[in-house]
């Protein structure tokens, strides 16, 4: 299968719907937006911010993946926005030569302007306050990101906001970060 303009050459595309799953977390209403959140508040020791990829977080394994975190890490709570205020970057995916006439331009602009740093990292501030304040004091926050999300998580380890992040396949070139990462991070680059 042919992927959006934004994964490299002989990417697979968005992931499968994970419609059998039954998650464990609940939708809430925190900071203005949607997100996703399982564990423990009352105990948590750590917060883990998930961010999606351009189809959105209510696509592909998001909240399997979340949900397996927050088992997998004690004492954890695993927040995923919708930083794309339910209009993710791509929309839809048809199949790869609609994708490329219908949907192209309008991606690459929603990438550059409406969901760009300055645009998307103040509700990721605003939402880590807001978990902060409900876990009652201080933790450590880490962070995972997938695609257009592992951007996000690599650029937001530039500001010593992120004790470590972990980027899956990022789709926007990354490698100028690496200079500035004031965080332990690594990365799982797609095949080329």
Not at 82 to 101: N, Y
Not at 125 to 148: I, K, S, Y
Not at 174 to 181: D, G, K, M, P, V
Request: aromatic share 10%; with cysteine.
């Amino acid at each position: 299968m042919a992927s959006p303009p934004c994964c490299p050459r002989g990417s697979h595309g968005p992931a499968a719907a994970d419609t059998g799953y039954a998650a464990e977390g609940a939708w809430e209403e925190i900071a203005g937006m949607e997100v996703y959140v399982v564990g423990r508040r009352e105990d948590a020791r750590s917060i883990l911010l998930g961010v999606s990829d351009v189809f959105g977080p209510r696509t592909g394994r998001h909240l399997r993946i979340c949900d397996e975190l927050a088992r997998a890490v004690p004492g954890s709570v695993v927040v995923l926005p919708d930083l794309f205020h339910g209009s993710p970057i791509a929309k839809v995916w048809p199949g790869p030569i609609s994708f490329t006439a219908l949907e192209t331009i309008p991606l690459l602009w929603r990438i550059r302007y409406r969901c760009g740093w300055a645009n998307v990292w103040p509700d990721v501030e605003r939402l880590l306050e807001a978990v902060g304040a409900q876990v009652g004091e201080r933790v450590p926050v880490a962070a995972f990101g997938f695609c257009w999300g592992a951007w996000l998580v690599l650029k937001g380890c530039t500001t010593g906001r992120f004790a470590a992040g972990v980027g899956f396949h990022p789709s926007l070139d990354c490698s100028r970060l690496h200079a500035t990462l004031t965080t332990p991070t690594t990365t799982a680059w797609p095949a080329r």
